[in-house]
């Protein structure tokens, strides 16, 4: 059994990284997983902090494995097609699977900022395996995706987003960054230059479309039905068919956040507004025990 609490080491392929993992009290049956990843520049600590999934995972039943690779560069994930970071997170789940009773029907990934690109892109690579994701912040529909299933995915974003724009590509507090590939300029020199890498920077469409692709790739119809939840918060849904769900969360003014987190860990005047209308957590596993895997699983 793996030890619960603390961070644990693994290796896979050439590729080294750490994993926080928590466990709820009993895991003697089939228990279900959640990947929580972390953003660009930021640790899995971080996340495992500003999240509460974990806190969240040991009162609702769950495991939660919040990863990072280690690396001499800036915290970050290659999330481009065959990437050896998507292979060693694919690793890393087996290593689990076969060290603690994990139920292998009911695993999830969600994550934030580059940790939803990362996430949509676990749901494109590992569709036999990740039974549904929740991007935060950071949802993308790549032109090279092509998963084996309709992949169920609730996503959320703000209006506001300073660093991923609702209306698509890099907003203007991530051109202040440091450019990923290490060459000592920011995101925002790089652009002015040339493209940056497909594998480092949020895609140029909007949010909104991006959803409406994933859901139109999942066989679901339009237009979505739009309700609104309190003052600040849109939610669309799309007719799909049960096992191929897209739900949308628009936070209207939000900024870069994981709605309903913890409080006080991203500053405002960087992040920008945090909504407590909704829980991320709470819509997101609520999400999950629906959308169990159907069909073969993978390896």
């Not at 998507?86 to 990934?109: F, G, M, N």
């Not at 493209?195 to 949020?202: G, H, Q, R, T, W």
Request: proline share 10%; with cysteine.
């Amino acid at each position: 059994m793996i030890p619960n609490g603390g961070t644990l080491t693994y290796s896979a392929d050439g590729v080294t990284g750490t994993y926080i993992v928590d466990l709820p009290t009993s895991t003697h049956t089939p228990t279900p997983l959640v990947f929580d990843l972390h953003g660009y520049l930021e640790s899995a600590a971080f996340e495992h902090l500003g999240t509460g999934l974990s806190a969240f995972g040991d009162a609702h039943g769950f495991i939660t494995i919040t990863p990072q690779i280690s690396s001499s560069a800036p915290p970050a994930w290659s999330f481009g097609p065959h990437s050896k970071n998507v292979a060693w997170i694919a690793s890393l789940l087996t290593h689990v699977e076969q060290t603690t009773c994990v139920d292998e029907r009911r695993v999830y990934a969600a994550g934030l900022s580059m940790g939803a690109f990362m996430t949509s892109s676990l749901a494109c690579q590992l569709s036999t395996r990740i039974a549904a994701v929740a991007p935060v912040a950071g949802l993308q529909d790549y032109p090279w995706c092509k998963p084996t299933r309709p992949v169920p995915v609730v996503a959320f974003h703000g209006t506001a987003d300073p660093f991923v724009a609702y209306s698509g590509g890099p907003g203007p507090h991530a051109k202040a960054l440091p450019a990923a590939d290490g060459s000592g300029l920011t995101v925002g020199q790089e652009l002015k230059t040339h493209k940056l890498p497909a594998n480092s920077s949020p895609l140029l469409q909007s949010i909104p479309s991006q959803v409406a692709s994933w859901a139109k790739r999942n066989g679901c119809g339009t237009p979505p039905s739009h309700s609104h939840i309190g003052a600040d918060v849109v939610r669309s849904i799309y007719p799909c068919p049960a096992d191929a769900s897209v739900d949308f969360y628009t936070v209207l003014g939000g900024g870069h956040t994981w709605p309903g987190g913890v409080p006080n860990v991203y500053p405002m005047a960087s992040v920008g507004r945090m909504t407590t209308t909704i829980s991320a957590n709470e819509i997101m596993w609520s999400f999950f025990k629906a959308h169990p895997l159907t069909g073969p699983i993978g390896s």
